[in-house]
């Protein structure tokens, strides 16, 4: 005779015989003789679902920040939008103090209370900003050539930015000495703190 026990993974046997036992868990599905010695981390299920990173409330499109971070830290840009991914898209412009178009985290800037208005900017996104990945190379090969070519800068991505001076520069000429506030870089000296400042 057999019986189910709810809950478990097998039925109890009954089983006759003195040293065999009255009754016996035996398994309904049989157990694969060879395993893994390694077990297999199975990811977790995530159920979060990604949300649009905030702006902060002193950075609007047309705002004047200082960088703080990168090979262009301590200069003043323009920030032209936040994009998709959440990071801003600024512009020295490049024809006034050589920044060109990049990608900031917000958290490595300060706002500034300057301000411009920004005319209407060609369509851009974070495509523009994508890396081509390395070519593999086989064993052969890893020997033959070992120097990394030098990243150029794509002819559709000169041509933007071009466009994007053409259309920010006149409004930063227009306004009196923001060429020259953009043109100049930010520093400190003993005994100044920018939490105390006023930008």
């Given at each position: 005779?057999?019986?189910?026990?709810?809950g478990?993974?097998?039925?109890?046997?009954?089983?006759?015989?003195?040293?065999?036992?009255?009754?016996?868990?035996?398994?309904?599905?049989?157990?694969?003789?060879f395993?893994?010695?390694?077990?297999?981390k199975?990811?977790?299920?995530?159920?979060?679902?990604?949300?649009?990173?905030k702006?902060?409330?002193?950075?609007?499109?047309?705002?004047?920040?200082?960088l703080?971070?990168?090979?262009?830290?301590?200069k003043?840009?323009?920030v032209?939008?936040?994009?998709?991914?959440g990071?801003?898209l600024?512009?020295?412009?490049?024809?006034?103090?050589?920044?060109?178009?990049?990608?900031?985290?917000?958290?490595?800037?300060?706002?500034?209370?300057?301000?411009?208005?920004?005319p209407?900017?060609?369509?851009?996104?974070?495509?523009?900003f994508?890396?081509?990945?390395k070519p593999?190379k086989?064993?052969?090969?890893?020997?033959?050539?070992?120097?990394?070519e030098?990243?150029?800068?794509?002819?559709?991505?000169?041509?933007?930015q071009?466009?994007?001076?053409?259309?920010?520069?006149?409004?930063?000429?227009?306004?009196p000495m923001?060429?020259s506030?953009?043109?100049?870089?930010?520093?400190l000296t003993?005994?100044q703190y920018?939490?105390?400042m006023?930008?």
């Amino acid at each position: 005779k057999t019986k189910q026990v709810h809950g478990s993974s097998g039925i109890n046997a009954e089983y006759g015989g003195e040293k065999n036992g009255s009754t016996r868990e035996v398994p309904l599905q049989k157990q694969p003789r060879f395993y893994p010695t390694v077990d297999n981390k199975k990811p977790l299920n995530n159920r979060r679902t990604p949300k649009p990173t905030k702006l902060r409330s002193s950075i609007s499109p047309g705002s004047v920040v200082i960088l703080l971070a990168g090979v262009h830290r301590g200069k003043r840009v323009v920030v032209l939008k936040q994009l998709p991914s959440g990071l801003l898209l600024v512009s020295g412009p490049y024809k006034i103090n050589g920044v060109p178009l990049r990608r900031v985290d917000q958290a490595y800037v300060i706002a500034t209370s300057t301000k411009i208005d920004l005319p209407a900017l060609p369509e851009i996104g974070d495509a523009i900003f994508k890396r081509k990945g390395k070519p593999t190379k086989n064993e052969k090969e890893m020997f033959i050539d070992n120097t990394p070519e030098e990243p150029k800068i794509s002819p559709e991505k000169v041509a933007l930015q071009k466009e994007v001076d053409a259309l920010v520069v006149p409004v930063v000429k227009k306004t009196p000495m923001l060429q020259s506030y953009l043109k100049s870089r930010f520093t400190l000296t003993k005994g100044q703190y920018p939490h105390e400042m006023k930008f």
